[in-house]
């Protein structure tokens, strides 16, 4: 997908609504309609606004982010690509130029879900996530990010990891969430306290997985 990729051309896209839903569900949710006829994937990606929506979209579905300088093209992992509030490693001299999205796997439902910031539509706390379950009917992969709550957009390992294995039943992913945030950097201002977006996060999270799992 091209770095100038709009928000309106994404939540358009039969395609991008067949193969890859979460990225036109979270469309939906950013700001309002002139924002998102004239907002890019590119430039929300490149910006690194923490309690921007697609970040963590992007960080979920395990894209790989195609950027562009004078020594030629490199590409970089989304895991390694937002180091920090409005920073990500991106060089000075670099654009970024394209996103790739592997295909999903069988059998997975994705979700996002988010607490919005009334004016601004701005997570104050959100979760995209992907669950795969295996024939056995046991979860085989997972696939969580977390934005608005922390200083960087973040991939939530631990949830992950008790996911994995488990029957995705209701008490293990309520155990599962109360960690998404662990050891992370919280914001905190007037919005929200980190107090309380340790917890909203936990709630979204929890919000995204089963709504994931009813999809799959």
Same mark, same amino acid.
């Given at each position: 997908?091209? @770095? %100038?990729?709009?928000?309106?051309?994404?939540?358009k /896209?039969?395609?991008?609504?067949?193969?890859?839903?979460?990225?036109?569900e979270?469309?939906?949710?950013?700001?309002?309609?002139?924002?998102?006829?004239?907002?890019?994937?590119?430039?929300?990606?490149?910006?690194?606004?923490? @309690?921007?929506?697609?970040?963590?979209?992007?960080?979920?579905?395990?894209?790989?982010? =195609?950027?562009?300088?004078?020594?030629?093209?490199?590409t970089?992992?989304?895991?390694?690509?937002?180091?920090?509030?409005?920073?990500?490693?991106?060089?000075?001299?670099?654009?970024? =130029? !394209? %996103? *790739?999205?592997?295909?999903?796997?069988? *059998?997975?439902? /994705?979700?996002?879900?988010?607490?919005?910031?009334?004016?601004? +539509?701005?997570?104050?706390?959100?979760?995209?996530?992907?669950?795969? *379950?295996?024939?056995?009917?046991?979860?085989?992969?997972?696939?969580?990010?977390?934005?608005?709550?922390?200083?960087?957009?973040?991939?939530?390992?631990?949830?992950?990891?008790? %996911?994995?294995? /488990?029957? %995705?039943? !209701?008490?293990?992913?309520?155990?599962?969430?109360? +960690?998404?945030?662990?050891? !992370?950097?919280?914001? /905190?201002?007037?919005?929200?306290? !980190?107090?309380?977006?340790?917890?909203?996060?936990?709630?979204? @999270? *929890?919000?995204?997985?089963?709504?994931?799992?009813?999809?799959?």
């Amino acid at each position: 997908m091209g @770095a %100038l990729t709009t928000y309106t051309q994404i939540e358009k /896209s039969d395609l991008l609504r067949t193969h890859f839903p979460l990225l036109t569900e979270g469309t939906t949710m950013i700001g309002d309609q002139q924002v998102r006829n004239r907002g890019t994937i590119g430039g929300s990606i490149a910006h690194s606004d923490p @309690a921007a929506d697609m970040p963590g979209i992007v960080l979920a579905l395990k894209a790989e982010i =195609v950027v562009q300088g004078p020594q030629g093209q490199r590409t970089i992992k989304a895991d390694d690509f937002f180091v920090d509030t409005f920073t990500t490693a991106l060089e000075p001299n670099e654009l970024l =130029v !394209e %996103l *790739r999205f592997p295909v999903l796997a069988a *059998r997975t439902g /994705s979700a996002y879900e988010k607490l919005a910031n009334k004016a601004s +539509h701005y997570a104050i706390a959100g979760c995209a996530a992907l669950i795969t *379950r295996g024939t056995d009917g046991t979860c085989s992969a997972a696939s969580i990010a977390i934005t608005g709550a922390t200083v960087r957009t973040i991939r939530a390992s631990a949830v992950e990891s008790a %996911l994995v294995g /488990s029957q %995705l039943d !209701e008490a293990t992913i309520s155990a599962a969430v109360s +960690h998404a945030t662990d050891g !992370e950097s919280m914001i /905190s201002d007037i919005h929200g306290s !980190e107090e309380y977006r340790r917890k909203m996060a936990a709630v979204v @999270a *929890r919000r995204a997985i089963l709504k994931a799992i009813e999809r799959i």
